[in-house]
T-cell receptor, first 113, second 112 residues
């Protein structure tokens, strides 16, 4: 079956703009979580959605938001982009019933100029 | 196609014994490997790493072994403690990239 799909794979924005990233989980998975990956900070947890509800949230400013749709697809949005937001944004899906396994997508690489 | 594979979704070990978590990879360009630990309701946190120029790296109770010819790495936890109960992810990256490729994780349960 298809894996976790993230779009777009690459994008370039300028400071002050906003961006929306999309994640389609593996069919049947109800949980989607988002991570920011940077060389300096490593992997940082943004938030997790389960059945259209935000279940957990990491320590990021309110400029970072997300949502999940009834088909489990998820989007994350970053408003008022800053240079430091340049990173690889990873989405991971799971059944969401604490099985432990996470399936990661390829990521969306955002560059902010 | 999974480039990083953790074929055991779960592992149960008695407190005080050794826990061995395994990870296989397919991309020969990978030269840096990491292990992350994840508790429920939290994101993964970095645990230990190893460069391909080494075959072993040790940090307290945690040791990572790398077998490049077999494209295999393992994480040893000795002695295992109940607080080690978590999901462990192995990750790999290739030279000159900062992109990590993650395995799907192994749930470790350490019982008294």
């Amino acid at each position: 079956k298809a894996g976790v799909t993230q779009t777009p794979r690459y994008l370039i924005k300028t400071r002050g703009q906003q961006v929306t990233l999309s994640c389609s989980p593996i069919s049947g998975h109800r949980s989607v979580s988002w991570y920011q990956q940077t060389p300096g900070q490593g992997l940082q947890f943004l938030f997790e959605y389960f059945s259209e509800t935000q279940r957990n949230k990491g320590n990021f400013p309110g400029r970072f938001s997300g949502r999940q749709f009834s088909n489990s697809r998820s989007e994350m949005n970053v408003s008022t982009l800053e240079l430091g937001d340049s990173a690889l944004y990873l989405c991971a899906s799971s059944m969401g019933v604490d099985t432990g396994e996470l399936f990661f997508g390829e990521g969306s690489r955002l560059t902010v100029l | 196609d999974q480039q990083v594979k953790q074929n055991s979704p779960s592992l149960s070990v008695q407190e005080g014994r050794i826990s061995i978590l395994n990870c296989d990879y397919t991309n020969s360009m990978f030269d840096y490997f990491l292990w992350y630990k994840k508790y429920p309701a939290e994101g993964p946190t970095f645990l230990i790493s190893i460069s391909s120029i080494k075959d072993k790296n040790e940090d307290g109770r945690f040791t990572v072994f790398l077998n490049k010819s077999a494209k295999h790495l393992s994480l040893h936890i000795v002695p295992s403690q109940p607080g080690d109960s978590a999901v462990y992810f192995c990750a790999a990256s290739a030279r000159n990239t900062d992109k990590l490729i993650f395995g799907t994780g192994t749930r470790l349960q350490v019982f008294p």
